[in-house]
């Protein structure tokens, strides 16, 4: 099992961070499978910080087959990585205030 969990605060209100990032009916959770060689669940959750932002959290969890099984442990670290880099780009648009409409 594949379970990687990355989070970042990002200083702009809850609403602001769902409605650009997903569904903005569905501001608290949103959720992605996909099937292939290594299905994948892919949930992103925001809560609201103590300061008035937005915690965002990135979650992909899969239980590989096969080959991937054995490249498992590579495929946690680079998806950590991905996932850091993907949130840290996301909080540099929506802190810069370059929402798109």
Same mark, same amino acid.
């Given at each position: 099992? $594949?379970?990687?969990?990355?989070?970042?605060?990002? &200083?702009?209100?809850?609403?602001? $961070?769902?409605?650009?990032?997903?569904?903005?009916?569905?501001?608290?959770?949103?959720? $992605?499978?996909?099937?292939?060689?290594?299905?994948?669940?892919?949930?992103?959750?925001?809560?609201?910080?103590?300061? %008035?932002?937005?915690?965002?959290?990135?979650?992909?969890? %899969?239980?590989?087959? %096969?080959?991937? *099984?054995? $490249? &498992?442990?590579?495929?946690?670290?680079?998806?950590?990585?991905?996932?850091? *880099?993907?949130?840290?780009?996301?909080? *540099?648009?929506?802190?810069?205030?370059?929402?798109?409409?």
């Amino acid at each position: 099992m $594949v379970d990687v969990s990355t989070q970042i605060d990002i &200083a702009r209100p809850r609403a602001d $961070v769902a409605a650009y990032a997903s569904d903005p009916d569905n501001a608290t959770a949103w959720y $992605v499978k996909t099937q292939g060689p290594f299905p994948m669940e892919t949930t992103y959750t925001w809560g609201d910080t103590p300061s %008035g932002g937005t915690r965002m959290t990135l979650r992909n969890r %899969g239980e590989p087959a %096969g080959f991937s *099984k054995l $490249v &498992a442990p590579v495929m946690a670290t680079a998806m950590r990585r991905a996932n850091a *880099k993907d949130l840290q780009q996301l909080k *540099k648009i929506l802190e810069a205030g370059s929402l798109v409409s």
